[in-house]
């Protein structure tokens, strides 16, 4: 089975930087997707990383190790709009298109 | 359309109603995925289509539920005999490959 394992809360100021954690125990891995879901909306892509190490894009970065069942998800300069539900996801080696999402971290950046 | 259309956006059902929830993917998109998502809960993965093909549906929780993609386009997804316990966010994801997914706005069903 998957298991996925992220922090619930998160608070943080405005311009600051904050890391979101999330280790995970699967039967195999085909790579790991950092998710933005603001209420009542739809997810929306941030990064998705298969190889271990830190892929930058922008305010965001990811970081994976593969041997902990680790990643984070790093952001930076926050701005009041970055308030919302990160997900964590993981795709299995196993029935290939299936992600196995986290409950999500709600983060609430504050001025 | 630039994006993930799904149809109806709210639908209310009377417990033992039948409902349909349409999910219309952006052109050439080969991936459709459709998800669960309860309140305050990450989506739950119920089944993947590559084209027309239902190459998993492991995560349909009941034979109350079925998928369709006929011409590997526009995906239907079918609640027979709704219950409570299904009033959920249904989303439905697609992309180019297997590990793109980009998500329609989804259809909030509640479940009377």
């Known amino acids: 089975g998957q298991n996925i394992d992220q922090p619930t809360e998160m608070t943080a100021t405005e311009g600051a930087i904050v890391q979101i954690n999330c280790t995970y125990q699967t039967s195999g891995f085909n790579g790991l997707f950092w998710y933005q879901q603001h209420a009542g909306e739809a997810p929306t892509f941030l990064s998705y990383?298969?190889?271990?190490g830190l892929e930058e894009k922008g305010r965001f970065s990811s970081f994976l190790s593969r041997s902990k069942g680790y990643s984070y998800l790093l952001l930076k300069e926050l701005q009041m709009k970055d308030s919302a539900s990160y997900l964590c996801?993981?795709?299995?080696?196993?029935?290939?298109?299936?992600?196995?999402f986290g409950d999500g971290t709600t983060l609430t950046v504050k001025p | 359309g630039a994006g993930v259309s799904q149809s109806p956006r709210y639908k209310v059902a009377k417990r033992g109603q039948d409902v349909a929830l349409r999910c219309d993917p952006i052109?050439?998109?080969?991936?459709l995925f459709w998800y669960q998502q309860a309140l305050g809960q990450g989506p739950e993965f119920l089944t993947y289509?590559?084209?027309?093909?239902?190459?998993?549906k492991s995560g349909l929780p009941s034979d109350r539920f079925f998928a369709e993609r006929p011409e590997g386009s526009v995906s239907t997804l079918k609640i027979q005999r709704t219950q409570q316990e299904d009033s959920a966010v249904y989303l439905c994801a697609g992309g180019r490959e297997v590990y793109e997914q980009y998500f329609g706005p989804g259809t909030r069903l509640t479940v009377t």
């Open positions: 289509f590559q084209n027309e093909a239902q190459l998993d």
């Open positions: 996801a993981v795709r299995g080696s196993t029935n290939a298109g299936k992600s196995t």
């Open positions: 052109s050439g998109h080969v991936s």
């Open positions: 990383n298969v190889l271990d």
